[in-house]
């Protein structure tokens, strides 16, 4: 099977930078995408790293080592929209490819 | 239009009843999933079709049956259900299933009584 492990909440300031860490044990191994979905709402696509490095999407990067299984989100110049649930996922392929979801951090942001 | 639209936002139903829920995509996306979302846990996988046919079916209770009329309608048909059914319902779609990136409806919130 597979698990993915994540610090279930972090607390940062406005302006500020904060790293979601995540860590996986999976076979079958793809890649690893983040999701942001704030409360009563849809899970949004962040960004997905396939290769091992860093991915650069505006204010959110995203980190892979794929030898270390494990992975990051950073969130640059935090506003306060950013209080979320940030959710890894990894691509795996147990037969069949499907994408399974981390146990979600919850990021509070504040004045 | 870059948008999973799912019908109903809400729905409240007996143990007894039978109801459905609808999702549909026009992104001309092969694949469509299912995920069910307890509060505050990660959306779990339930079924998976790709170019229409089922291809991953999550051990999920025979009360939930999906159906996949054409390559844009997901249906989720619910019989029988059981009150800790009651969740949010995600609909989601991706070009192919060999990809990180899904989008997702706003869900179905289901309350079985």
């Known amino acids: 099977g597979q698990s993915l492990e994540q610090p279930s909440e972090v607390t940062a300031v406005e302006g500020a930078i904060v790293q979601i860490n995540c860590t996986y044990q999976?076979?079958?191994?793809?890649?690893l995408s983040w999701y942001q979905q704030h409360d009563g709402g849809a899970p949004t696509f962040l960004s997905y790293?396939?290769?091992?490095g860093l991915e650069e999407t505006g204010r959110f990067s995203s980190f892979l080592s794929r030898s270390d299984s494990y992975g990051y989100l950073l969130l640059q110049e935090l506003q306060m929209k950013d209080s979320a649930s940030y959710f890894c996922?990894?691509?795996?392929?147990?037969?069949?490819?499907?994408?399974?979801f981390g146990t979600g951090t919850r990021l509070l942001v504040s004045p | 239009d870059t948008e999973v639209t799912q019908t109903p936002k809400h729905l409240v139903m007996g143990m007894t009843n039978k109801k459905s829920l609808k999702c549909e995509q026009h992104?001309?996306?092969?694949?469509m999933y299912w995920y069910k979302q307890k509060a505050k846990k990660p959306p779990e996988l339930m079924f998976v079709?790709?170019?229409?046919?089922?291809?991953i079916n999550e051990s999920v209770p025979s009360r939930f049956s999906p159906e996949c009329p054409n390559s844009s309608l997901l249906n989720l048909h619910l019989h029988a259900l059981q009150p800790e059914d009651s969740a949010l319902y995600l609909c989601a779609s991706s070009q192919e299933v060999y990809t990180g990136e899904l989008f997702f409806g706003e869900g179905s919130r289901l309350t079985v009584l």
């Open positions: 079709y790709s170019y229409e046919k089922l291809s």
């Open positions: 992104m001309g996306h092969r694949a």
């Open positions: 999976t076979s079958g191994f793809y890649g």
């Open positions: 790293n396939g290769l091992d």
């Open positions: 996922a990894v691509r795996a392929n147990t037969g069949f490819q499907k994408l399974v």
